[in-house]
């Protein structure tokens, strides 16, 4: 057997977590953000009965701003990093019989769009704390292009993976293989766009996520304004003919900052060891979105916490987290 990516409801060791740095990345929004996130890591850690968090901040002012906003017992980490996204920088667990490796891919700011001085290398200072053994991948790839029930099973999107702000060079069969190799990812589903107006060229943890083997979670718009009912409407088809049963999820709907449709999404959940963080909206569905989430995570609680401060920078709690999980017999 080979090295694969676990699923993310597989037991952790720690989550890494983005802390903001520049204000310029959050117009109006900046400290509403850091108050935010501090948030999702202190619900994570949960007084300890969840998992140890490990929240990385750029320099020693904003490891105090940090203190000052999460619960005690939540890590601060002093890494040089531009943006909060590690689901896209940090490096990669994988799991092979009981043993633990790091894959570290390139990264380029989602197509040359958000470059900035130390997200280019994050992914491979991170690795350095850990001690464990780190593959070193030369092209394009950032962690929330994929998900994975951990069977090697996994998502992806055209729109970003195919994208030749990536990787030019490489063609559908060339990423699938490449994938197989590093992250053991060897069943591929590929599903078209992602959200509208997504600065990621369309991530797919803001459009399908697994939670459970074979089980796709996808959103499922509720009314006639949903500017997205048409991307859930192909994703959802795409995913049955590849064989897989589908968990309709409630969208939040059209949700409108600044007179522009933004990517809100419940799918930007995060599942931790005690609890399943999901960004909620103030939307009529928010509620409905994590009673249908419930069943699929027992002994888990589900935790609805505000996100929109976050989603102004570009994504939410999925995209600025990166687990470590446990090494297991996978």
Not at 54 to 81: F, K, M, S, W, Y
Not at 160 to 183: F, M, Q, V
Not at 277 to 299: C, H, K, S
């Amino acid at each position: 057997m080979t090295f694969r990516m676990p699923a993310e409801w597989a037991p952790h060791d720690w989550t890494w977590i983005g802390f903001p740095t520049n204000p310029a990345e959050w117009p109006g929004a900046f400290e509403d953000a850091r108050a935010q996130i501090a948030a999702f890591a202190s619900a994570l850690h949960a007084g300890g009965k969840g998992e140890d968090v490990r929240l990385v901040v750029a320099n020693a002012a904003d490891a105090d701003a940090a203190r000052a906003l999460v619960a005690p017992g939540v890590t601060i980490v002093e890494q040089r990093l531009g943006d909060v996204w590690l689901r896209d920088t940090a490096p990669i667990a994988v799991l092979n019989r009981g043993a633990r490796a790091l894959v570290d891919f390139g990264f380029n700011g989602w197509g040359g769009k958000y470059q900035m001085p130390g997200d280019e290398d994050i992914g491979a200072r991170l690795a350095a704390t850990t001690g464990l053994p780190t593959s070193t991948q030369h092209w394009i790839f950032e962690g929330g292009a994929v998900d994975t029930d951990g069977t090697g099973l996994f998502v992806t999107t055209e729109q970003c993976l195919l994208n030749p702000n990536r990787n030019p060079g490489l063609d559908r069969g060339k990423i699938e293989t490449l994938l197989a190799g590093s992250l053991g990812l060897s069943d591929m589903l590929w599903l078209g766009d992602g959200l509208l107006n997504d600065h990621t060229d369309g991530h797919v943890d803001n459009l399908a996520r697994f939670v459970g083997e074979g089980l796709l979670a996808l959103p499922i718009a509720t009314t006639d304004d949903d500017p997205n009912a048409a991307i859930y409407a192909d994703a959802r088809a795409r995913a049955r003919a590849h064989g897989l049963d589908v968990v309709d999820i409630p969208s939040p709907g059209l949700v409108i900052v600044d007179g522009e449709p933004i990517p809100a999404s419940y799918m930007n959940f995060y599942i931790g060891n005690a609890t399943v963080i999901v960004p909620v909206y103030g939307q009529p569905n928010d509620q409905a979105a994590l009673d249908t989430l419930a069943p699929f995570f027992p002994g888990r609680d589900i935790v609805g916490l505000g996100s929109d401060a976050i989603l102004s920078g570009g994504g939410s709690f999925h995209c600025c987290s990166q687990q470590m999980p446990t090494k297991g017999d996978q």
